[in-house]
């Protein structure tokens, strides 16, 4: 995001919004070398993966169209981030079905939205089914980082949140 999409989205300065974000790569330099690194991959190769390999081409990566290169390499940062979120949230969903399959469970799972998953289920089978499901979410997958998992209990999915 630019200074001015900052400034924008916080209803600050573009001047604050600069300067938050130089915080932010002073603080994180890691995030800037990312940003560079897979830049510099997708001009190259013409594509960026997610950590599983799936491909998202961007044939306007090189363009001499400024604010067509500039969002294809917007995308080309986010892209494997959303992208691999995408992944590992159909995994835990498989996984969650075969569980719930082999234990004969009363729950379902009803909708996906993004990184979420909600369920209807049975209000004596909450503690241990809940518990479960989110055991099955952080291990999904391995990664060199925890996957944390943050559930709400409620009638309805607006005021689970």
């Known amino acids: 995001m630019s ?3 900052l400034s924008k989205q916080l209803g600050i300065s573009i001047p604050e919004a600069k300067d938050y ?3 932010y790569f002073n603080r994180y330099p890691k995030v800037k070398l990312y940003m560079k690194e897979i830049k510099d991959f997708a001009k190259e190769k013409g594509y960026v993966e997610t950590i599983y390999g ?8 090189n363009s001499k169209h400024a604010q067509r290169r500039n969002y294809a390499e ?11 979120a995408a992944d590992i949230i159909k995994i835990a969903m498989i996984q969650i079905d075969k569980w719930l399959v082999k234990n004969n469970s009363r729950t379902m799972m009803i909708m996906q939205v993004h990184d979420e998953l909600v369920f209807e289920i049975h209000e004596k089978d909450i503690d241990v089914e809940v518990l479960e499901i989110i055991n099955i979410m952080q291990g999904c997958v391995n990664l060199n980082l925890p996957l944390e998992v943050n559930y709400g209990i409620d ?3 607006g005021d689970a949140h």
């Open 3 to 5: 200074s001015f999409g």
């Open 54 to 61: 799936r491909k998202l081409y961007l044939p306007e990566i």
């Open 21 to 23: 974000m130089n915080i």
């Open 155 to 157: 009638n309805n999915w």
């Open 74 to 84: 917007r995308t080309a940062i986010n892209a494997p981030v959303q992208g691999s």
